[in-house]
């Protein structure tokens, strides 16, 4: 049995990652400081209360166990925060990270899944965005991923590290099975606030601008289920631990959704009716940002089980209702 450790295994992304480890019979190590994720959300696994900052808890960690491979989820992932207060990006994303990558190197761990994203492209000069794509990062949550992959060359080139950087466009959607689903704080994706309106948990949700140059006016996102996302994941571990060579992957459905889309196929899907406040652009939205995912398909093997957007909705609106259920009855009491 394969041991992975899980950076950031109590958040979004890392808590759906873990159950599909445990269900593809790995052993699994989860290290999370509870900052932005839920000791809740972890369904199975050694949990180990920590921060990748502290060289001597990672020390101490790394000792403890013998990891066959790594996956990094506790990044920061706030775009205008990044702007506000860069220090805290570059603290984490990318000094932490450094902590990490360190620790498998003094340790001889040799693989490395990394959480990047598709905020190192920059403005899109072309769509869909492929991984030849020019990486000019606009802010600096883009530069600190960008830049931790250029780490990653430099790391497989003097200590045989090998990785995968997978490039996410809108991971979206929850667990199928309604055990975990996505719960930022603050939240701010798209799919949850509209769903939050949808519930009630929120009065209305903000259209940032109607007059793009798309079909209707509004910005087109891809979003990839999270049971995809994390799906890809593993199989790029897999091809890591079969002795692959060191590479990166953009990932997200190929097919862009408009803000619009979004919240009409909301309404449908919940049956409720949702508040819209219309704003301004907000500065740095591209109109579209989809993702070429063909390499991905042919290296990997990786197909979207649910790529589309009803099912994507269907399974985040299934979450919700169990959230804001549970948010009232605490309230109630």
């Keep these: 049995m394969k041991t992975i450790l899980v950076v950031g295994g109590a958040g979004y992304i890392g808590s759906h990652m873990v159950k599909m480890l445990l269900a593809a019979d790995y052993y699994v190590v989860i290290l999370d400081n509870l900052s932005g ?44 925060e990044s702007v506000q207060n860069p220090r805290k990006y570059y603290q984490n994303n990318l000094a932490a990270t450094l902590n990490l990558l360190d620790a498998m190197v003094t340790h ?61 466009f ?12 996505e719960r930022h704080d603050p939240e701010t994706h798209l799919i949850p606030l509209v769903l939050e309106a949808a519930s009630g948990r929120r009065e209305s949700v903000m259209l940032y601008g109607q007059d793009y140059d798309t079909p209707d006016g509004t910005c087109i996102r891809d979003y990839i289920h ?24 953009n990932l997200g459905n190929g097919t862009g959704f408009s803000v619009k889309q979004v919240i009409d196929v909301a309404k449908k899907v ?24 063909k390499r991905a398909q042919a290296v990997l093997g990786w197909r979207p089980k649910y790529a589309g957007l009803a099912t994507i909705i269907a399974h985040a609106w299934q979450w919700e209702k169990r959230y804001a259920d549970s948010t009232m009855e605490l309230d109630n009491m």
Excluded at 148 to 166: F, N, P, R, T, W
Excluded at 170 to 181: E, K, R, V
Excluded at 230 to 236: D, T
Excluded at 237 to 249: K, N, R, V, W
């Design 37 to 80: 994720g839920y000791r809740d959300a972890i369904l199975g696994g050694d949990f180990v209360f920590g921060d990748i900052a502290d060289r001597q808890g990672l020390e101490r960690l790394f000792s403890g166990y013998s990891f066959d491979a790594v996956m990094h989820f506790a990044s920061f992932i706030r775009v205008g």
């Design 108 to 168: 001889d761990v040799k693989t490395f899944i990394f959480s990047s994203s598709a905020a190192i492209f920059g403005e899109p000069q072309y769509f869909p965005l492929d991984e030849k794509h020019p990486k000019q990062p606009i802010n600096p949550y883009g530069l600190s991923k960008w830049f931790i992959e250029k780490i990653l060359v430099d790391y497989d080139q003097a200590y045989g590290l090998k990785s995968v950087c997978l490039r996410y």
């Design 170 to 181: 809108n991971a979206a959607g929850a667990d199928p099975d309604g055990q975990l689903g």
């Design 226 to 249: 999270i049971h995809d996302l994390c799906q890809a994941h593993l199989l790029a571990l897999e091809q890591l631990l079969t002795g692959a060579d060191s590479t990166a992957y």
């Design 270 to 293: 919940t049956g409720q009716s949702i508040s819209v406040v219309m704003g301004e652009r907000r500065k740095g939205d591209p109109a579209a940002l989809v993702a070429d995912s």
